[in-house]
C-alpha cells in the first residue's frame, strides 16, 4: 500500500535539533533551534506565565470548544499589542484577529486564504528566510519567489535591490517580511527604510505580509511593532501572524494569531468569516489553555509589567552574549570585522560560516549552528560563549 511513499528528508531546524538531543558529548552547544535559554542554558519559566498560570488554573471550570476564531479575550489583547488599544485601526475594527495554533499555524491559515482569493498571486520571501515559509506557502499551492535582503559581503541589508524587485512585481503580489529580528540573519530594516518601503507597497499594490515572531526581542515590545503600526496607519491593507512562543517561552502551549488589516469593518468582517471557515476546514477551532496565559499576562497590570520587565532582561541577557562572542572574536581575528554581531538584532545572527564549516564546527566541537550558518545567539550563555567563539576562530582559520 505505502511503497510509493518516499522517507521524510528531515527538517533543516528541527532534525538538527534531534540530533543535538542524540549527542552524546557532555561539551556540546545548541545554537541551532530558535529557542531562548536562560544563563544557566535552560528554557525559562517566565516568572508572569507561572503566577498567569495559577490564576487560570484557579479559575478552571468545564473546557467546551472555543469558537473557531478562539478566545475573544484573547484576540483583542492580541490587537491591543500589535497596534496599541488607541490605533485607529484596533478602533474602527478594521482588524480581523484569529487566535491561531502558534504563528505558524497563522501563517498557514494566511497562506490558504490567499491560496483561495489572490489565486494568481506568487509570494516573495526575503532572500533567505526562515527554512519553513517557503513550505508552508508551496504547501498551500502557491509559488514562492525569493527577492533580495542579505548582503553576505557586508553582513548588512540589499535595500536598493529589494527595492528594485519588489517595483516590479505584478499589483497583489504577496510580499513576506518579518517585522522585526530577521530569521535567519538578524538583520532588520531601520524605520527610515520601512518609512521608504511602506509607500511603494501601496502604491504598487502589493500585499503585505508580516511574520512576527520575535516581539520584544529587538528592540523593545513598542519598538518591535513599528512596521505593522506604520502599514496600518498607512492606510495598507495587510496580513500579520504573531507568536508568543518565544516572547512568553511558551513554546509547546502553541500561541499564536493571524490579523488581516483590512480598509473598514464591513470587511473585516467577512475576512473574518473567511479565515473562519478555512480553521473549521482544518482544526476547528485552537485550544483554550496557553491563550489564556498569554491573555492573562497581556491584561493584568501587575503580570504585563513583570512579563516587559523579564523580556526586557532577555533582551538585555543577548545583547551582552553578542558583545562577548564578538570581542573574544575580534581579540582572536584582528582582521576580520565581526561587527555584524553587534548591529544583527534579535536571537539570529548569519555568521558567514559555509556549510563546509558549520559541520566541522559540528563534527569537531560540538557546536551546533544551522548549516546555512545561522546561530542562534539566544543559546549562548556565560559559561558556553567562550568555547563557540574559540571554536569558530578555529573553523574560520581552517
Ligand atoms: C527556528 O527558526 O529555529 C524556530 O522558529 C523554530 C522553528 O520552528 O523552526
Known amino acids: 500500500m505505502f511503497q510509493h511513499i518516499e522517507p521524510f528528508a528531515g527538517d533543516p531546524i528541527l532534525s538538527l535539533n534531534e540530533d543535538f538531543q542524540k549527542d552524546p558529548r557532555p561539551n556540546k552547544i545548541n545554537l541551532s533551534i530558535g529557542i531562548y535559554f536562560d544563563d544557566a542554558g535552560r528554557i525559562p519559566v517566565m516568572e508572569s506565565v507561572r503566577r498567569a498560570e495559577a490564576l487560570v488554573v484557579a479559575k478552571a471550570g468545564p473546557k467546551p470548544y472555543l469558537p473557531i476564531e478562539g478566545a475573544a479575550n484573547f484576540r483583542t489583547a492580541v490587537q491591543h499589542l500589535l497596534f496599541g488599544a488607541e490605533h485607529e485601526a484596533v478602533t474602527s475594527k478594521r482588524v480581523a484577529t484569529i487566535q491561531s495554533v502558534g504563528s505558524s499555524g497563522g501563517l498557514k491559515v494566511g497562506a490558504d486564504f490567499i491560496a483561495r482569493y489572490f489565486p494568481g498571486s506568487a509570494v516573495w520571501v526575503s532572500d533567505p528566510t526562515w527554512d519553513n515559509h517557503r513550505s508552508m506557502f508551496e504547501g498551500a499551492g502557491l509559488t514562492v519567489n525569493a527577492y533580495p535582503y542579505y548582503d553576505a559581503a557586508t553582513g548588512g541589508l540589499r535595500f536598493d535591490d529589494m527595492l528594485a524587485t519588489l517595483r516590479s512585481l505584478p499589483p497583489k503580489s504577496i510580499v513576506l517580511m518579518h517585522a522585526c529580528c530577521h530569521n535567519p540573519t538578524g538583520v532588520d530594516l531601520t524605520r527610515a527604510q520601512w518609512d521608504t518601503l511602506i509607500p511603494l507597497l501601496k502604491e504598487r499594490s502589493l500585499i503585505a505580509y508580516l511574520d512576527l515572531a520575535y516581539q520584544g526581542f529587538g528592540d523593545g515590545i513598542e519598538a518591535d511593532a513599528y512596521a505593522a503600526r506604520a502599514l496600518a496607519a498607512a492606510g495598507v491593507s495587510f496580513f500579520i501572524a504573531n507568536s508568543f512562543s518565544k516572547s512568553m517561552s511558551v513554546y509547546g502551549e502553541r500561541c499564536g494569531a493571524l490579523s488581516v488589516v483590512c480598509p ?51 533582551r538585555e541577557r543577548i545583547l551582552a552574549m553578542r558583545h562577548k562572542l564578538h570581542d573574544v572574536l575580534k ?27 558549520a559541520d566541522r564546527l559540528r563534527e569537531e566541537h560540538a557546536v551546533y549552528v544551522l548549516r546555512s550558518g545561522r546561530m542562534c545567539v539566544a543559546g549562548l550563555n556565560s559559561s558556553n560563549v567562550e568555547a563557540t567563539a574559540v571554536a569558530m576562530a578555529e573553523v574560520l582559520n581552517g
Open 331 to 357: 581579540a582572536k581575528m584582528p582582521e576580520r570585522d565581526f561587527g555584524y554581531f553587534l548591529s544583527q538584532r534579535g536571537m539570529f545572527s548569519y555568521t558567514g560560516l559555509t556549510q563546509a564549516q
Open 264 to 314: 473598514n469593518a464591513e470587511q473585516a468582517v467577512n475576512v473574518l468569516g473567511q479565515l473562519k471557515f478555512t480553521v473549521r476546514r482544518n482544526y476547528s477551532s485552537p485550544p483554550i489553555h496557553g491563550g489564556q496565559l498569554v491573555a492573562t499576562v497581556l491584561t493584568d497590570p501587575e503580570l504585563r509589567a513583570l512579563w516587559e520587565s523579564e523580556l526586557g532582561a532577555m
